[in-house]
C-alpha cells in the first residue's frame, strides 16, 4: 500500500505554546487527508477533513481556532494545535486519500503523540 | 453509548491458535464494515472489508457480520507471533467510526 508519514513521532511541549504536526502521502497525491485524535484506551476519533486548496471541515465539539488544519499541496498536511494545554496531550494520526480512492485507499500514517507539561 | 464497542484485551494465545475478535455496534446505518491491523509504532492498515451480512475469507483471515445482532468477528486461524498487533474494528457510514482496538500477543 501506499505510504503517509508523520513529524514529529513524539513531542513534549509546555502550555501555552503551539505544536506543528506534519503528514505527507510520500508515493501519491492525497487530494484528501482527514486527522484523528485517541486518547488512551479509547477510540481513533475523527477530528477534521481536509481537501487540497480548501478550507477543512471539522467534525462537531473540535474547535477549529484550536486545531488549524493547511492542506496546501497534494502532498503535505499540517495540524498546528495553538496554545496547547494539558487535556490536549493525545496521539495525533493523519490519513490520507488519493483522487477517486474509495475508503478503502485510504492510508494511515504512524501517528504523533503529544505531551503538554 | 459508544458508536462502537470493542474489548481492549490484551489477547494473548498460544501459536497456532484460532483467534476470535469481536465488536459490537450500535448504528444500524452502518454499511461497511473494516478491520484494521496496526503494529506497534505504526499506521493502522486496512486487513478486510465487507459490505453486508455474512463471511468474507481471505487466506487465514475471515470477517463476519451479523447486521441482527449488530455484531461483527474477525477470526484469525494458525495464528502467527507475526499477528502480534492490535486489531481495530471500523465501520462507515459518511464517516469512519473506529472501536479502540484489541491487543493480540501470540506467544511462539
Known amino acids: 500500500g501506499a505510504v503517509v508519514s508523520q513529524h514529529p513521532s513524539w513531542v513534549i511541549c509546555k502550555s501555552g505554546t503551539s505544536v506543528k504536526i506534519e503528514c505527507r502521502s510520500l508515493d501519491f497525491q492525497a487530494t484528501t487527508m482527514f486527522w484523528y485524535r485517541q486518547f488512551p484506551k479509547q477510540s481513533l476519533m475523527l477530528m477534521a477533513t481536509s481537501n487540497e486548496g480548501s478550507k477543512a471541515t471539522y467534525e462537531q465539539g473540535v474547535e477549529k481556532d484550536k486545531f488549524l488544519i493547511n492542506h496546501a499541496s497534494l502532498t503535505l498536511s499540517t495540524l498546528t494545535v495553538t496554545s496547547a494545554h494539558p487535556e490536549d496531550s493525545s496521539f495525533y494520526i493523519c490519513s490520507a486519500r488519493g483522487a477517486g480512492g474509495g475508503f478503502e485507499t485510504q492510508y494511515f500514517g504512524p501517528g504523533t503523540r503529544l505531551l503538554v507539561l | 453509548q459508544k458508536e462502537v464497542e470493542q474489548d481492549p484485551g490484551p489477547l494473548s494465545v498460544p501459536e497456532g491458535a484460532i483467534v476470535s475478535l469481536n465488536c459490537t455496534y450500535s448504528?444500524?446505518?452502518?454499511?461497511?464494515f473494516m478491520w484494521y491491523r496496526q503494529y506497534s509504532r505504526k499506521g493502522p492498515e486496512l486487513l478486510m472489508y465487507?459490505?453486508?451480512?455474512g463471511n468474507k475469507e481471505d487466506g487465514r483471515f475471515t470477517a463476519q457480520v451479523d447486521k441482527s445482532s449488530k455484531y461483527i468477528s474477525l477470526f484469525i486461524r494458525d495464528s502467527q507471533p507475526s499477528d502480534s498487533a492490535t486489531y481495530l474494528c471500523a465501520m462507515r457510514f459518511n464517516k469512519f467510526y473506529f472501536g479502540s482496538g484489541t491487543k493480540l500477543n501470540v506467544k511462539p
Open positions: 465487507t459490505y453486508s451480512s
Open positions: 448504528n444500524s446505518a452502518f454499511q461497511y
